[in-house]
């Protein structure tokens, strides 16, 4: 992590390439594509989650990884299509579940980071994700 001009900037792993900017949505509960979230809006539909009811639409979605069934990858690209589906991806814990839903999604996407993302994005903070360098920039929601 090094701090550069106010941004906090993590280094880690391209998952998919890309860039892309924008409010990040952070969890720290896992996500469940099938039947966690509505693909339509991208909203999190899961009982008893920590989200349950917010949109990852047009977000960075912050969120340790992915939970349930190989549908999961199905549902992101659902959300893609209906132009639900987030920004950017930073996630903690790499599945075949979690990588597939990236790449349909096509949202930038980056994990392995040197620090771990959840502990330093706060949902409404200003998150850059380049894939392709495999760097998340934050700018703290308080000092943009």
């Known amino acids: 992590m ?9 280094r880690g ?7 892309a900017e924008g409010e ?14 509505d693909p339509r809006t991208g909203a999190v539909i899961e009982t008893r989650h920590e ?13 340790p990884g992915a939970k349930g069934s ?4 199905h549902y992101f690209h659902l959300a893609r299509l209906s132009g639900a589906a987030p920004k950017a991806m930073v996630f903690n814990v790499m599945t075949t579940k979690v990588a597939l839903g990236a790449v349909v999604t096509r949202a930038p996407a980056v994990t392995d980071l040197d620090r771990d ?3 330093v994005i706060a949902t ?3 998150v850059r994700v380049d894939g392709d360098a495999g ?3 934050i700018i703290k929601k308080g000092g943009r």
Do not use: M, Y
């Open 24 to 37: 990040a949505l952070v969890t720290t509960d896992t996500i469940s594509g099938w039947g966690g979230i």
């Open 70 to 73: 190989s549908g999961w990858s």
């Open 2 to 10: 090094t701090l550069a001009n106010d941004k906090i900037i993590l």
């Open 13 to 19: 792993r391209k998952v998919v390439g890309g860039v």
């Open 124 to 126: 409404g903070d200003w």
């Open 51 to 63: 989200l349950r009811g917010q949109s990852f639409k047009d977000k960075v979605l912050v969120f």
């Open 117 to 119: 993302p959840l502990e």
């Open 135 to 137: 760097t998340v920039e």
